[in-house]
C-alpha cells in the first residue's frame, strides 16, 4: 500500500519539478553562448522558448491520438488553426471581448471534431489518413480564398491587441506569454494523462495495439476513437488561441498540410505513446528549427563549400532527413533509445517517466 | 455555350493530371499497403528533371518540339529511377510496417523539397515547349488551349498502356493477383518483391508525366507543386477506390470536372470545398471508394 503510495507521489512529483524549473526561468539572468544568442531572460530568448513550450503541447495532443489510440491524422492542424483563426476573427474583425471569442472557438472545435471525426471514421488506417487530409485542406483553402474577407488570405490577420489581455501584449510581457506557454504544456501535460489512465484511455490503447481484439470484447472502438479524436481536437484549439497570442495573429500556414506533418515529425522524433518522448520531441524540433535557419545564414556556413552550403541552409531538409534515418533505425524515437540503455538506465528512466510510461514499456 | 466547352476541356485536362498522379498512388496502396506521400517528390523530380536537362543538355535543339519531348524522356526516366530507389532504400528495410513506412515517405517529401527548393530556389522555373501548345483552338466558339488535348491524350494513353500491362502481362497478373490477396501470391512461390519495385517505378514515371504537364498546364514548375496536386490526388484515390485504376479514371474525371464547373458557377475556391464535400457523401454511402467492391480494396 505504502508503495503504491510513493508511486503516485512520484508520479505527480516529477512532472511538477520539471514545470517548477521551467517556471523559474525568466527569473535568471543567465547567459548560454552557443545554445542561445541572447541571456535567457531577455525577449527574444522567452519567445524562443516560450514557442518551443507551446509546440512540446501541440505535439502532445497529437501523440494523444497518433501515438496512443493508433488513429493517423494528417488533418490535425485543422483544429489548431480554427482555435486560432476563429479566436482572433471575433475579437479583431466582429470586435468580441477575448473570453467569449475564445469559448465560441473552442465549442466550435469540439463540435467540428465530433462531426467530421464522425464522417472520417467510416473508413479506418490510411484512407482514415487520407480523409482527414481533405479537410484540413478544405480549411485551408477556405482560410486562403476568404470569401467573407475575414482571415485575409495569404497575408495573415493580425490580432487586434487592445481586445487581447494586457497581460499578454508587448515585448515587456515576453514573460508572461513564456509562462502560458508553460501552463498550457502543464494543463495538457496532466489532461492526457488522466485520459490515457482512464477506462476508456486504456481502451484507447487496446485499439492501438488490437482493434479487432477490442471489438470482440463487445466493446465498439469506434466511439473509443472518436472519444480520444474530439479531446485531441480540442486540445489542439486550445493551442491554437495560445499560437494566436504568441505570435499576434494569425498565418495561411498555420492551416496548411505541412503544419500536421512537422508535429507528426515531432512526435516521431520524441517516441510516439510516451508523454515526455512527444513535448521533448516538440521542443528539440522547435529549437533546431529556429536555431538551424540561424546557424545556415551564418558566415561560418557561408565559407562552405557549395554542395554542403545548401542542405545546412535549408533546415527542413536537416530535420527530414533525421527522422527518416530514425523512422528506420531508431523505432521508439529517443524515448526509446533512452528505455533500451542499461537495466538499470531503464528502471530509473522509467520511474522518471511515471507509472503510465512504465506500463508501455513493458 | 463555349464557356461550358472551355470548362469542360479544361475540368478533364486537370483530370488528367490527377488521375496519372492517382493511378500510381492507387496501385501501391492496392498491392503494398503503403500511402506513397513521396510521390510529391516524384512530380518534382519529373519536372525539374525536365526542366534541368532543357536548360542544361538539350540547349543546343533547334526544335522546340524536340527539345521538349527530349528532356520529358529525361524527366520520366529521372521519375522512374527515383522511384525504384526510394522503393528498395527507404521502404523495403521497413516491409509490413505500413506506418513507418508511411512516415518515411512524409519525411522525405518535406526533406526533398526542402532539398530542391535549397539548391534552385523557390522561384518558379519555366522550360521550353513547342509554342503552339499556347495557342488555341476553335471549339465551336470556345477558344480552348491546345496543352489541354495534350494532357487528355497523354493521359488517355497511360490509362490504355496500364489496363494492357495489367491484363496482358505476367506481371500484370502478379499485381492484380496482389491487390486482391497479397498472402495467396507469396504462397504460390512467386516473389511479389519484384513487383513492389515494379509498380513504385510505373507510379514515379506515371507522377513525372504528371510533373511535365502540370509545367505546361501552369506555364511553370516550383518545388512544392505536387503538394497540392497529391492532396487532389488522395482525394480521387479514396473515391475511386483504393487499388483500382479504372475506379481512379472515372474519380479523376469526376472530381476534375466538378473542381471547374463549381469554381467558375459558383464561386473561386467554392470548387475545392465541393470536391471535399464530395468525397465526405461518397464515404457515407460506400466507405470502400466507387470501385471498392470490385477490388475488394482494403480500407
Known sequence: MSRRLDRSLVDWLWPLAVFGLLAVVPAIGLSIPKVFDQPVDSPGTLALLASCLLFGALALTYDLQFGYTGLLSF?????IALGAYLTNIAITEWHWQ?????????????????????????????????????????????????????????EGLGADYTKLPHAF????????????????????????RWAVESSPGRVWQAIRENEARVEVLGLPPRAYKLQAFVLSSTLAAAGGVVYMLLFNGTTLSLTQPNFTLTLLLMVVIGGAGSRWGAVLGG??????????????????VNGLPHALKVPLSQPLFLLGAIFILMVIFLPGGLVGLARRGSPSTMRRLRAAVGGGAAAEAS | MSTFVLLTLTGFGLAAMYFLIASGLSLIYGLMGVLNFAHGAFITVG??????????????????????????????????IFAALVELLLIRPLYSRHIEQV???????????????????????TFVVPAWLHETTDVGGALIPNDRWVEIATAAAVLGLLQLFLRKTRYGLIIRAGVENRAMVQALGIDVRKAFTLVFAIGGIAAAVAGVLGGVYFNSIQPDQGTSLLIFAFIVVVIGGLGSIGGSAVAACLVGLVQQYTNYYASSGIGDMVVVLLLGVVLLARPRGLAGAVVGARA
Open chain 1, 75 to 79: 488533418g490535425h492542424t485543422l483544429y
Open chain 1, 98 to 154: 477575448f473570453w467569449q471569442a475564445v469559448l465560441v472557438a473552442m465549442a466550435a472545435s469540439f463540435a467540428l471534431a465530433n462531426v467530421l471525426g464522425f464522417v472520417s471514421m467510416r473508413v479506418a488506417g490510411i484512407a482514415f489518413a487520407m480523409v482527414t487530409l481533405a479537410f484540413a485542406q478544405a480549411g485551408s483553402v477556405l482560410a486562403l480564398k476568404d470569401p467573407h474577407h475575414w482571415t485575409h488570405g495569404e
Open chain 1, 169 to 192: 501584449v508587448g515585448i515587456v510581457n515576453t514573460k508572461n506569454l513564456y509562462w502560458l506557454a508553460l501552463a498550457f504544456l502543464a494543463g495538457v501535460f496532466f489532461v492526457v
Open chain 1, 283 to 300: 521542443i528539440l524540433y522547435t529549437y533546431l528549427n529556429n536555431r538551424l535557419t540561424a546557424i545556415g545564414s551564418s558566415s561560418a
Open chain 2, 47 to 80: 519536372a525539374y528533371g525536365t526542366w534541368w536537362s532543357s536548360v542544361h543538355v538539350f540547349d543546343g535543339v533547334h526544335s522546340d518540339l524536340w527539345r521538349w519531348l527530349a528532356s520529358s524522356a529525361v524527366g520520366l526516366i529521372c521519375g522512374g
Open chain 2, 103 to 125: 512516415l518515411v515517405t512524409v519525411g522525405l517529401q518535406l526533406a526533398f523539397v526542402a532539398l530542391v527548393t535549397g539548391v534552385w530556389g523557390p522561384d518558379p522555373q
